[in-house]
């Protein structure tokens, strides 16, 4: 469970499991731990416990700094995600008073003053502590493509190797890698539970907002259409598959699943987020096969051997690897499976990489069912001034590339383009927000059967 504290709030989880999960029985239902015995300022108590130590006492009449001018205005904010208490960036350099004081410790005093902290949160089974940071989207000039969290600054406990891994090419990590590895876990959104690596893969809490808008929750209830009857022309969810672009650790894949579609098919790079989703495929009890794409775009295993060797319990298909391979993959996947009759029409496509998903969107036109058409859900980090503008860039762009895509089927035409829903999920930046375009698409007259 993710449980958050700031000035004004006091600990609560992010997400409590109200049962209604299909995937949890009672005797396996996360458990609410147990609260601190001062649970508004739990963080400070750690503080002030190390404050109190006479070689603290001494470092403060050293630096000039009065007692109670520190223990005034010391930081509150924390999450903690099992069994990492994860701190802000500032936890350790504001105010001011407080920044001088960390600055002096030595070391030793710095390895006390995180155990004092981690002690006070036992109750949680908190066992590590880290300083968070933005996930950069470049490291020593070159782009940041699997999203590593490189700004994490580990402070207590063991985290593994800061290393990268030498199991495998191109930073991938070995089996003995992932073994290894320190993973951390979270609940959210009725019972869904999620695993990461946080060393080498990032979460994003605030994308609980529209996890919650795929699930048919929360403000934006019923904006997420395509996945009911009445716009599936009749159909049910559990008819139809959905494919995630940048799946990474489930973020959108395990509510999508939770949902009842038939299939998630999705790509991921990172083999650490890779791992992450398997575990959290295994804890929800969702079948997972995970299939390596090579280099030259071909498979680890034969198209047939995949298609067969696939069972109804296989909720979820993950490529790792490059997603510019992804529509061919899948054309050669559907020509299997319809001549078997197995397959399930991709009605969603969902691409949610930041600040821009462009790159994908050749792949997920020629991806969506070509007869009866869906929806692309385009994730952007847009200037709110700008948001109409990018819409409609949106609209023009992707009109253009499903028309090619119906050229090439020998289909006249054009297809129907439209924006149903724009959900603002959270600032990115000061006047740049998040957006998820809900980019519906229709076929030409005559396409669908």
């Known amino acids: 469970m993710i449980f958050e504290m700031n000035s004004k709030a006091t600990i609560k989880p992010k997400c409590s499991n109200d049962g209604r999960s299909e995937q949890n029985s009672d005797h396996d239902r996360p458990k609410r731990p147990r609260k601190p015995a001062n649970n508004t300022h739990a963080l400070q108590v750690g503080i002030r416990d190390f404050l109190s130590i006479p070689s603290s006492q001494s470092l403060l009449r050293e630096l000039a700094i009065p007692t109670e001018t520190i223990t005034k205005s010391l930081p509150k904010r924390f999450t903690v995600y099992e069994p990492l208490l994860l701190l802000p960036a500032n936890a350790f350099n504001a105010p001011p008073e407080w920044g001088s004081f960390c600055a002096a410790l030595s070391p030793e005093q710095k390895s006390s003053l995180y155990d004092s902290i981690a002690k006070t949160f036992h109750r949680f089974d908190v066992t590590h502590v880290a300083v968070n940071a933005p996930i950069a989207l470049s490291t020593q000039g070159q782009e940041n493509r699997m999203r590593s969290p490189t700004g994490l ?64 929750e929360g403000p934006s209830q019923g904006t997420f259409v395509g996945l009911d009857e009445q716009s599936l022309e009749g159909r049910k969810s559990s008819d139809i598959a959905v494919v995630d672009m940048y799946a990474g650790i489930g973020y959108f894949v395990f509510s999508y699943l939770k949902r009842g579609v038939k299939r998630v098919w999705g790509w991921e790079l990172n083999g650490w987020s890779v791992e992450g989703l398997r575990r959290g495929c295994e804890a929800n009890r969702w079948g997972c096969r995970i299939v390596r794409v090579l280099e030259d775009g071909k498979l680890d ?146 396409a669908h059967t």
């Not at 695993?195 to 979460?203: D, G, I, V, Y």
């Not at 696939?310 to 299997?336: C, K, M, T």
Request: with cysteine; proline share 6%; hydrophobic share 35%.
């Open 153 to 216: 600054i580990p402070l207590h406990g063991d985290f593994g190797s800061l290393c990268a891994p030498t199991g495998e090419e191109n930073g991938q990590p070995s089996q003995a890698d992932l073994e290894r590895a320190f993973w951390v876990q979270t609940v959210q959104n009725h019972g869904i539970k999620q695993f990461w690596a946080p060393l080498h893969t990032m979460f994003s809490r605030g994308n609980v907002k529209e996890k919650a808008r795929i699930l048919g």
């Open 301 to 446: 295993t034969t198209i047939e051997h995949l298609v067969d060797s696939l069972s109804a319990q296989d909720r979820v298909v993950i490529f790792h690897g490059d997603n510019r391979f992804a529509a061919d993959i899948l054309a050669q996947i559907q020509q299997v499976m319809e001549a078997q009759k197995i397959w399930n029409p991709v009605r969603h496509v969902n691409l949610g990489l930041l600040p821009s998903s462009q790159p994908s969107w050749n792949n997920a036109c020629k991806i969506l069912d070509y007869q009866r058409g869906g929806w692309i859900h385009v994730h952007e980090n847009v200037d709110v001034r700008r948001t109409e503008q990018m819409k409609e860039g949106i609209i023009n762009q992707m009109t253009e590339l499903r028309k090619s895509v119906y050229s090439e089927c020998g289909i006249p035409g054009s297809p129907f383009v439209d924006c149903c829903h724009i959900e603002h999920v959270k600032t990115y930046a000061p006047g740049v927000m998040h957006c998820v375009f809900d980019i519906r698409v229709s076929p030409p007259q005559g």
